[in-house]
């Protein structure tokens, strides 16, 4: 035996992906037509477990029990054999069993074991886990069982990228050797140039799956209220479409458009029910909007006027002020004024939801509330809101302006005085019904383009350019050289910033067969290389939740099937391609169907 280890290497070349083993997966009992039920929250590993037994080549390696003799129980950072073993049990059950369903207990208890992340039952990533599990089992099954050190370096600079990369793959294969190194491995290069001695780095690495990036639509739609100052007017709900990158002022402009309320007269806020969070600068970028966790509200304001923030509140059973209704605004036209004269102005800014009388507003003691003043967040703060002549003053002692009041009211009062579902009232503007998003679609081949696109590194990713002696913004150029059996594709459809999460709703349209990388390769070697989609992984549904379902094509009856947890039911091909589909598994032709006749991108052909 070697130094490496005793077992025997599997050589890429002769795995096939598909004739090898058709034969023997069309004969199973189930074909593999089997759902999986959910434990709770597990169509993530459903999906993930779905598109990975559709893989002819690793269903096949496992059913069989050839990965029993490739176990690596010693491998230090794998997992004695038990993550293979349990995935090759579920294998068998889809595959060899009697059941339509098969309830992964075992799988989900020893993937907790081996991964704590997934230990739980909280919704997780489909792509996390296809990413661990790939990863989980390479480790379990490494024919490498004693793993040399190799010192990555640059190349010298003169030498030839083919004699480079195929020394990188040699140093990698040293200490990587497994069915999944066979399947899903594949190599890439990374050029990195410095912007100022014009030094060049050239790595070549290893790839187990792309995650590409989606063209960003340029527009978004987004929901906005309007709080006017007359005070007969009610709430209204507008959509407006905005630049997605583009300023706040850019979406004041837009609301001014279907409103017909000047972008001068606006107060933009942020909403937590009835709470003003912040106030929103016409300058700040649209993309630190925190949507999702506070909702858009403007308020109509006489430009250049003091706005003091109006809050309704009660105490109930406990000292701790409770909010509710919409809050308002109240500008003062001068520094002072009488107490009488603010009670009356907000009796009037009320009047359309509260039923008071003018008489019951002339006296602080028929108000069937108390004016208190509070901080931004709503706590009840001690400064006197009126001076020794009965004045209302809008400045405190330390000379900043009162900005935020609440009335504080009597819980009786409230209930036989104060009209909550008119004060809460929304109208719906036509544009709320009417602006539709525009229709966006790209094509796989634009995101694996701006995935290899050359690009300049920014300040919290500087590469250390050894010449110059100091981190540069280099500028880094990806390009493909040896191409995977099995190749996944991940459609990175969730964003996160931090001020803001987003996921990206485009349809990318992607070919069904003859997917070709030719324009990407770096080397000419594989050229002739096209793949034929076997699955998709899909996600529903918004940010933190959703729901999971795959889509795969079966070699047992060579039709395409859905699989949506248990049930799992025929399909026509079109339905793969949604602007839900987030994974992406494609295996390589044989040899016989490779003609040559289609670049790849072409809609694909589903007759």
């Known amino acids: ?49 779905q598109c990975l037994s559709n893989i002819p080549a690793l269903t096949q390696f496992f059913i069989s029990d050839a990965y029993e003799s490739e176990i690596n129980e010693k491998n230090p950072i794998g997992n004695r054999g038990d993550l ?93 050797d497994s069915i999944i190194t066979d399947l899903f491995h594949g190599q890439y290069r990374s050029r990195l140039e410095c912007p100022d001695c014009m030094k060049v780095s050239k790595i070549f690495d290893p790839l187990m799956y792309m995650s590409v990036s989606l063209p960003r639509k340029e527009e978004k739609i987004r929901e906005i209220d309007i709080i006017w100052l007359d005070p007969e007017r009610r709430r209204t709900r507008y959509k407006v479409i905005t630049p997605r990158e583009g300023q706040v002022i850019d979406l004041l402009y837009s609301a001014e458009k279907v409103s017909g309320l000047s972008a001068d007269r606006m107060m933009l806020c942020e909403l ?51 909010y509710f209704g919409n809050p308002l605004i109240m500008q003062i036209p001068k520094r002072e004024m009488s107490y009488k004269e603010f009670v009356m102005s907000l009796y009037m800014k009320m009047s359309r939801y509260v039923q008071l009388t003018e008489e019951s507003v002339q006296s602080e003691d028929t108000l069937p509330f108390k004016i208190k003043a509070v901080n931004q967040f709503g706590v009840e703060q001690s400064h006197d809101l009126c001076d020794e002549d009965d004045n209302l003053s809008v400045h405190m002692s330390s000379g900043k302006p009162v900005a935020y009041i609440a009335l504080v009211w009597d819980m009786d009062a409230k209930d036989e005085y104060f009209k909550l579902d008119e004060c809460n009232a929304v109208d719906y503007h036509d544009s709320y019904r009417t602006t539709k998003a525009r229709k966006n679609e790209v094509l796989l081949e634009d995101c694996i383009e701006m995935y290899c696109k050359q690009e300049t590194l920014n300040e919290d990713n500087m590469w250390y350019c050894p010449n110059c002696k100091d981190f540069k913004q280099a500028s880094k150029k990806l390009d493909l050289w040896r191409l995977p059996k099995v190749l996944v594709i991940h459609l990175k459809r969730f964003c996160y910033s931090r001020h803001w999460r987003d996921k990206i709703e485009t349809m990318v349209k992607f070919p069904l067969h003859d997917l070709s990388l030719k324009k990407f390769m770096l080397s000419t070697d594989q050229n002739h290389i096209k793949y034929d989609l076997r699955g998709v992984v899909n996600h529903y549904g918004g940010l933190g939740g959703g729901h999971y379902t795959a889509y795969c094509h079966s070699v047992a009856d060579d039709k395409w099937h859905v699989y949506d947890d248990s049930h799992v039911a025929s399909c026509t091909a079109e339905k793969c391609n949604s602007p839900s589909a987030y994974v992406l598994f494609y295996t390589q032709q044989e040899p016989d169907r490779i003609n040559g006749s289609s670049n790849g991108f072409e809609p694909m052909d589903v007759n």
């Not at 280890?5 to 997966?25: C, E, F, W, Y």
């Not at 390479?138 to 990369?165: G, W």
Request: glycine letters at 6%.
């Open 272 to 322: 937590s029910q009835s709470i003003i969070e912040s106030t929103i600068s016409p300058t700040q970028k649209l993309r630190d909007i925190r949507e999702g966790r506070y909702s858009l509200c403007i308020f109509e304001r006489e430009p250049q006027l003091p706005v003091i923030k109006v809050y309704n509140a009660y105490k109930g059973y406990t000292s701790y002020l409770k």
């Open 84 to 176: 293979a073993r349990a995935y090759g049990d579920l294998m068998k059950q889809m595959w060899c069993g009697n059941s339509s369903t098969v309830a992964p207990r075992h799988f989900k208890s020893v993937l907790g074991r081996c991964a704590p992340q997934f230990s739980g039952y909280l919704q997780q990533d489909s792509q996390e886990l296809m990413a661990f599990l790939l990863d989980g089992l390479h480790e379990d099954l490494n024919r490498i069982t004693n793993k040399p050190y190799i010192n990555q370096e640059d190349a010298p600079e003169n030498t030839a990228d083919s004699v480079a990369a195929q020394r990188a793959w040699d140093n990698h294969k040293k200490r990587n």
């Open 1 to 49: 035996s070697s130094a490496f280890g005793s077992h025997k290497s599997v050589d890429a070349d002769t795995i096939s992906t598909r004739s090898m083993t058709q034969a023997n997966l069309t004969r199973s009992v189930s074909g593999g037509l089997v759902g999986l039920n959910n434990l709770g929250n597990t169509c993530f590993m459903a999906s993930a477990l």
